[in-house]
């Protein structure tokens, strides 16, 4: 067994955290044991996998995705997490359901769950939607299991709702935390969640929101910062102050992208959309009023060009500690004169963290497989263990 | 060895039957001890599912699905079933294929089958169409297999068809033989196959034929209701009048949804459209007549509409066998006040018996897996049996 | 062992070819040795997989399709060979994802590979695209796994280009193989490539363009015919050219279907679209020029209009060798009477070669699956023969 494996499981061991059960929706309903139970099994599971050992800890069974909005990298970070464990995906395709005739959703998450282990669900388009929607299949679930519908009962791992984009946020972390060097590492260090110009509109909110109530459970400092007009949701930033007053780190939020930069270790310059602006435009989506939408589309667009030097450039990145701050991004980004005419950053600054930024995505679907392997095991280490010293390999 | 298992496996060798090389597409085709091979296996794959043994009885192999109607849970009980069994699905989706430029039916079987095990198929919109294509299919891949064209000759299964609907009809069947305690104890029961209003239209009839010519075979008084009007396929009345002579149980047509809830052990209230709509609307769905389509739409919701009473309500329950009646239903229902102001069923009953029809519906899948199992293995009991004496686990 | 096995795996062995960690996007760019090898992997596969034998070489893992053109017998030829090597198919499809957000190939690419070992494109609308294409989704993969964003190296297999089907041509090339009796009998043989009428346009050139590169490396006499205008890509016409001098084979071109099937021991009659005219058509596309598309494709079609004549029915069949050349196609034919008015072949000749052509099909999932084997195996022979004496059943 290699040193770094049993490193891992004996943390994985001594963690003792139970998710068994239990579904992934929202970090800060989970406890410190737990999310580093989760990330512990992610880089097991990395590991293993580079050692050619096969990781099917499901014979079979189903995987059922639910995308509400459209997704590369999301959608193949499932399907890959998925398939590592065993599972066979099975799209939950709406447009092609009986979901449109009428049909509650307490019925069909029983419908698509007789031999399913795991449902991971992307709601992100609606403020006030997808956080709830995910919570009312989770307790259609438990009663169908309750009263014996269901075999098994199947975890339910957020893909990204209205609130927080968990396997994002996991994996910014699991990425940060090998590049300094360990959980430890990060206490007392900078990071910038930044707003960033982008001339498109309706960003989920979800990413800076999962970043910040994340970060800050961490002793880290985290420096929100937007244009005026750009918040993100009250309780996030509750939870987000509350995290820096528990873990004895910091959380301040301003309206200056430059003053974020300053001397940060880390910086996240995303464009998002502002807050009222989503709900603005969850009314108007669920009222199907496209002409509505257009406006709020053009006076959004005008709002977002008042800041457009809110670019991540190389002038902005010589504020940051020591002129070698870190930069992150969930991709895809927009890139000045690369993906479009003017973005949220600049082709040189991407460049250079381009292969970085790859990585921090790879984590992705480890961290999916990690929440799906945590909430369907009693034992998560013993099953692990089992797979690693079976003697097989994954690739002949 | 658990006892329920051991008599199940008994139970199926004795039957000794033989569905090797063959289809399932119409219940009425199959013998009754073929039928009894397909139930006897469904019920042990649901038993040593849930005894968490693996049942992949195919390493590999593909499942090829079929959808020329929109579905939810037929299109998840059929990826689960495929996936219980080892197969991985591949869904022939004719928007994306070829098929739109002038291929035909016996091409396009043999040119998906090549390294394919079963194919499921849904065709229920067109009357006369369905049940056609199916055969169709069938002896393109019987050439195909015979011509050496393929190695293996794919089972076809009928997962609803103009004429019959048996993973659903067959799933009713072991719902109500385990509710009452084993096939004998269904002989004399009374079921009542009602139509029920529904304010959609071009509900397809395969549903209750399906119920009607397989219930008649158990020795069952089986009512069929509906409003003048609303006949279903000659064939297949006459089907359900022989059986119910051959079982000795008896089939009787009324035009009262009281006259059948009446002391009726179980009831089945579901809406559908009458036999001479859907012809006309499969003449009109031909032409591509979309204004033709709308006006006929508009006369049979009309026609619908002078049905209203025929709503499956408390009051009508009051009439069955001791006010306690069974109430079955494919799903999704139509029900009052929930899915649309008003429906085939009030909420109240609906509720009421709402967890058992979850449970009718998750017999499905270990259906579907039966009848490809039944059709692709010599000796489907010693296969099962070889998996469940494995010492396996399907889930670590 | 069986003899067949046995020899090739000794041939397979001989062979020495190296394609471990490359990918298969034309077939001139590859050696005899590379050629022979993937041409004995594939009839290793067919051959183990009738005996009922699992060829699972992977445990887990993804494999890619990117499909920018429909397809039905590509799309299924890829599952199943992904399948039988115990790959999961996981589907880009660019409508769903967000590449229309202005995504670089060359993120894509590692975003979609994370646990990937292979990736399947077809990509043959645009002149001078698809080929480049898979080169850059090729140098994107390259350079993530040289830089560890990826873990392994997925093989990139061409389904279809602007250049070349080599999927097609290697299976075409194994049936005439077999049906003469070996790579020997084929030297000398006359294969005659012609140009077919067919009622629609816009069909690729790669299929023709792959067969003479690849027939001409066989010593056959390979004669090329089309009415004026229907040029291929001249830098395929020169690979052809120079094959044939290195096999001791030739290469003609005419603008006669008599001449070319005169004599001829095989003919693959076939439409395709004049170069020019994919040339403009891409042009077209890439503007968005819909009027100008129905333009180009009125004109076209008055074009091809003037050569129903270049139809192969059975006066043409006759004057090929002793009257009894042998009939090749890709599929789906544009059959007489059958598909269309007019086409490509009478219904008569159609009919007499039909089960030939569809096992001209059957041998294409293995011709994948013995591409992604050899791409991704070191010693694939190793892996093969491992598998082979595993005493393991395919299907219980």
């Given at each position: 067994?290699?040193?770094?494996i ?11 955290a ?37 990781l099917d800890m ?14 590369t990298?999301?959608r ?16 939950l395709?709406?447009g ?64 990204q ?42 960003k989920p ?5 999962g ?15 937007y244009?005026?007009?750009?918040d ?37 310059p ?67 004169d ?32 990690a ?10 280490a ?15």
């Amino acid at each position: 067994m290699s040193a770094e494996i049993k490193i891992l499981l004996n943390e994985l061991k001594t963690l003792n955290a139970d998710l068994y059960g239990k579904d992934f929706l929202l970090t800060w309903e989970k406890s410190d044991a737990e999310l580093r139970a989760v990330l512990a099994i992610a880089e097991l599971l990395k590991g293993i996998h580079a050692k050619n050992i096969p990781l099917d800890m499901f014979k079979t069974g189903l995987a059922v995705s639910n995308f509400r909005d459209n997704s590369t990298r999301t959608r193949f970070s499932f399907a890959s997490a998925c398939n590592l464990l065993g599972l066979a995906v099975q799209d939950l395709d709406e447009g092609k359901s009986q979901i449109a005739h009428g049909e509650t959703v307490r019925e069909t998450a029983n419908m698509i769950s007789f031999l399913t282990e795991a449902i991971g669900i992307r709601d992100d388009m609606f403020i006030g939607k997808g956080h709830t929607y995910m919570k009312e299949v989770a307790e259609a679930l438990d009663d169908g299991f309750k009263q014996g519908v269901l075999n098994q009962r199947p975890a339910v791992v957020n893909l990204q709702c209205d609130l927080d984009h968990p396997t994002q946020s996991m994996s910014d972390l699991l990425f940060i935390k090998n590049h300094f060097g360990g959980f430890d590492m990060l206490k007392g260090k900078k990071i910038a969640m930044t707003w960033a110009y982008s001339p498109s509109y309706g960003k989920p909110l979800s990413v800076p929101q999962g970043v910040i109530c994340l970060m800050t459970r961490f002793g880290m400092n985290v420096e929100l910062a937007y244009p005026e007009g750009y918040d993100l949701l009250p309780e996030t930033i509750e939870v987000a102050k509350k995290n820096a007053q528990d873990s004895g780190g910091s959380f301040n939020v301003s309206n200056s992208m430059k003053s974020a930069f300053k001397n940060a270790d880390i910086v996240y310059p995303k464009s998002w959309a502002p807050y009222k602006v989503m709900e603005r435009r969850t009314a108007l989506l669920e009222d199907g009023d496209h002409p509505g939408l257009k406006e709020l589309e053009k006076e959004c667009l005008a709002q977002n060009a008042r800041h457009t030097d809110w670019e991540c450039d190389e002038a902005k990145m010589k504020l940051s500690k020591d002129g070698r701050g870190l930069y992150l991004h969930c991709l895809p980004a927009d890139i000045t004169d690369v993906s479009c005419k003017q973005g949220e950053v600049s082709a040189k600054v991407f460049e250079k963290y381009r292969i970085g930024t790859y990585k921090e995505a790879g984590y992705k679907p480890f961290v999916i497989a990690a929440m799906i392997a945590a909430c369907t095991k009693k034992h998560p280490a013993k099953v692990i263990e089992t797979l690693y010293t079976s003697g097989l390999k994954r690739v002949l």
